[in-house]
């Protein structure tokens, strides 16, 4: 089974609109964390916003949020007023297992492109 | 003043050759990561170390070698390249995990690899 899913392969999005990457995990672990990255064109990894399994409240970072939802094991990441400059690759992350080794996973990503 | 850095950006090399690709990260951080990025996007984690200590060796052929002398640096040694090698190979860091901090991975730039 997939540890990451990211099913939207490419979205689109008006400047200036909200949008919605989802992102569903699995996991057995009661100790993980769930991290967006961006990459735009240029190549670099960026990191964006992170939520761990034990934490409350929703992760904010800006204008990106992380909707987290345990039981439903989703971590969809919400951009808010959306800038051209948010055209990118987003892949969602997963960091499972405390104290066994780091091991990190990573979603197939979902293509975004802002349009004016 | 870069964090991760990866030499070198750009490797165009032909079948059978050997290469090495170095990482340095002047973060701190006590873990450090391989990754390869293939040309569909998808990020697979291939090597991580804590410490100077191998912890993540996913099944990648052993014609790739890691090597880390020191908490700050991990170059990646490949014998006898194959077409199937070329990717973008990324190297990163982060805190071990602990409940307290992110341990958010920081990547390098990326390191374009063309086998011939």
């Known amino acids: 089974a997939q540890k990451i899913t990211q099913t939207q392969p490419g979205m689109f999005v008006q400047e200036k609109e909200a949008v919605t990457l989802d992102c569903t995990y699995d996991t057995s672990d009661p100790s993980y964390g769930l991290f967006w990255y961006k990459q735009p064109s240029s190549g670099e990894m960026i990191f964006l916003i992170y939520q761990g399994s034990y934490d409350q409240q929703n992760a904010t970072e800006g204008r990106y949020s992380l909707n987290f939802q345990k039981a439903r094991k989703s971590a969809n990441l919400v951009i808010s007023a959306s800038q051209l400059g948010d055209s990118a690759m987003y892949f969602c992350a997963m960091r499972e297992g405390r104290y066994t080794g780091n091991q990190f996973y990573f979603g197939t990503g979902t293509s975004l492109t802002v349009i004016p | 003043d870069t964090a991760v850095s990866q030499t070198p950006k750009y490797l165009v090399t032909q079948m059978g050759n050997d290469k090495s690709i170095k990482c340095e990260q002047n973060l701190g951080h006590d873990t450090m990561y391989w990754y390869k990025q293939d040309s569909k996007k998808f990020l697979k984690i291939m090597f991580s170390y804590n410490n100077k200590e191998l912890i993540i060796n996913e099944t990648v052929p052993n014609r790739f070698s890691p090597k880390s002398p020191d908490k700050a640096h991990l170059n990646l040694h490949i014998n006898s390249l194959e077409l199937g090698d070329s990717a973008v190979y990324f190297c990163?860091?982060?805190?071990?995990?602990?409940?307290?901090?992110?341990?958010?991975?920081?990547f390098g730039p990326g390191t374009r690899l063309t086998v011939t």
């Open positions: 990163a860091s982060s805190q071990f995990p602990s409940r307290e901090t992110k341990y958010e991975q920081y």
